[in-house]
T-cell receptor
Framework: LAKTTQPISMDSYEGQEVNITCSHN???????ITWYQQFPSQGPRFIIQ???TKVTNEVASLFIPADRKSSTLSLPRVSLSDTAVYYC?????????????FGTGTQLKVEL | DAGVIQSPRHEVTEMGQEVTLRCKPI?????LFWYRQTMMRGLELLIY????????DSGMPEDRFSAKMPNASFSTLKIQPSEPRDSAVYFC???????????FGSGTQLSVL
């Protein structure tokens, strides 16, 4: 299973763009990259998922280089409500058991 | 849809007692996951099921923990006997199929005194 490494914490200010990078050097061919957001006292919530290049939805963008050994979650113009823990997951999307293991996550703190 | 439903939301028990946590996945989802979250260890995958069959329980800490999924709409995680170090938030999550996103319940906050 691919292990992920993320920064423990990041600080930002309202209105700024935040980029959180995740390393997953031993990602497998079948693995997708998925990001989740967790607020205190809640379960994690799906943000975005991708396999390669770039994916964009209404809340974030996900950039994945050609070698897929890392990925970057980009949050445009963050607000105070984006303060949360962000998890990068690399999951077996094929027949290997689809075990999904969360890493330590990145605590993002957004200030005024 | 009501989402993934977990009960109880909070459980306080004494060491040695049996604890049963319950989960109702989203209808139509065929994978179910049990996670445990603590400050020290983060989010740990305990066990997951596909089509009601346990696929990997290597994350279950020890024999005191057991999980069942008797049908597609219900799963239990049981701890017997419970110990103070089992205190944590236990999350259940489900997804419709392999490769799709997880939907998490609100969790059960377990305190073992």
């Amino acid at each position: 299973l691919a292990k992920t490494t993320q920064p423990i914490s990041m600080d930002s200010y309202e209105g700024q763009e935040v980029n959180i990078t995740c390393s997953h050097n031993n990602i497998a061919t079948n693995d997708y990259i998925t990001w989740y957001q967790q607020f205190p006292s809640q379960g994690p919530r799906f943000i975005i998922q991708g396999y390669k290049t770039k994916v964009t939805n209404e809340v974030a963008s996900l950039f994945i280089p050609a070698d897929r050994k890392s990925s970057t979650l980009s949050l445009p113009r963050v607000s105070l409500s984006d303060t949360a823990v962000y998890y990068c997951l690399v999951g077996d999307n094929g027949g290997g058991g689809n075990k999904l293991t969360f890493g330590t996550g990145t605590q993002l703190k957004v200030e005024l | 849809d009501a989402g993934v439903i977990q009960s109880p939301r909070h459980e306080v028990t004494e060491m040695g007692q049996e604890v049963t946590l319950r989960c109702k996945p989203i209808s139509g989802h065929n994978s179910l996951f049990w996670y445990r979250q603590t400050m020290m260890r983060g989010l740990e995958l305990l066990i997951y099921f596909n089509n009601n069959v346990p696929i990997d329980d290597s994350g279950m800490p020890e024999d005191r923990f057991s999980a069942k999924m008797p049908n597609a709409s219900f799963s239990t995680l049981k701890i017997q006997p419970s110990e103070p170090r089992d205190s944590a938030v236990y999350f259940c999550a489900s997804r419709i199929r392999i490769g799709e996103k997880l939907f998490f319940g609100s969790g059960t906050q377990l305190s073992v005194l």
